[in-house]
């Protein structure tokens, strides 16, 4: 069984929700997760696990944190030991701002939608896109989209922002803009919710005939099997 270890990067423990949907699609998968509170130091042993997955994040200074920059260290160790690691939203702005030297575009409006995704071409040759179509939707919450470095290994665009979704940052690091974690009942409660909080327009793109990643785990069944 395979040990995989959540790096949560949320500032108050009621939203730590998150992390623990990320935890229930992996768990679905057969692996055995835990989850440490990078925000409170806490960092799990690399030797002690098999992959690990970066959580979003509720603080809006998080690439300013002391904590959130030396949980990377054991990003790039995993990845010394050819271990995978996948991030996710903000998890992924921080790996890609603070571990690789990227930059951040600020977004008119910031995203609170259906993303629509396509894959570039290559991409599904790729073993974390395995029965993934070259179309799909998944959640997205952010304001910013990092801008990728000419020689970026990018795997996914989003179609409405244009950034990039998914980029394959060394051999065993991905990082992913959305939510896979969220079905679509979930993503659309949230979607609301904020749409309400912040005054946003309400822009449910979402096509039925879209494939919403999360509705059969297959994301985290391939990263439980890469």
Same mark, same amino acid.
């Given at each position: ?11 108050w423990?009621?939203?730590? /929700?998150e #992390?623990?949907?990320?935890? +229930?699609?992996?768990? %679905? !998968?057969?692996?055995? @997760? ?11 042993d ?22 959130? /920059?030396? #949980?990377?260290?054991?990003v +790039?160790?995993?990845? %010394? !030991?050819?271990?995978? @690691? ?42 974390l ?32 922002t ?28 949230i ?15 979402l ?12 994301i ?7």
């Amino acid at each position: 069984m395979q040990k995989i270890a959540i790096l949560d990067y949320h500032k108050w423990d009621k939203n730590l /929700k998150e #992390s623990k949907k990320i935890k +229930f699609r992996l768990i %679905s !998968q057969k692996a055995n @997760v835990d989850i440490y509170k990078v925000m409170k130091n806490q960092l799990p042993d690399v030797n002690s696990y098999d992959k690990f997955v970066l959580s979003g994040s509720d603080d809006p200074n998080l690439l300013k944190k002391q904590s959130a /920059k030396k #949980s990377l260290d054991t990003v +790039f160790k995993a990845d %010394s !030991q050819n271990k995978k @690691v996948l991030a996710l939203c903000g998890g992924y702005e921080l790996l890609g701002v603070v571990g690789y030297g990227m930059e951040f575009r600020e977004l008119i409006e910031a995203e609170c939608e259906f993303g629509q995704i396509f894959l570039r071409n290559g991409a599904k040759d790729d073993p974390l896109f395995v029965q993934i179509p070259e179309r799909y939707s998944v959640l997205e919450v952010h304001k910013k989209i990092i801008i990728p470095k000419k020689k970026s290994k990018i795997l996914a665009f989003n179609i409405i922002t244009g950034g990039a979704e998914v980029i394959k940052f060394s051999k065993n690091i991905y990082g992913m803009q959305g939510h896979p974690e969220d079905t679509e009942e979930e993503a659309t409660k949230i979607i609301r919710t904020y749409a309400k909080k912040y005054n946003l327009p309400e822009r449910n793109r979402l096509r039925k005939t879209d494939f919403v990643l999360n509705r059969n785990d297959q994301i985290f069944k391939n990263f439980v099997n890469l």
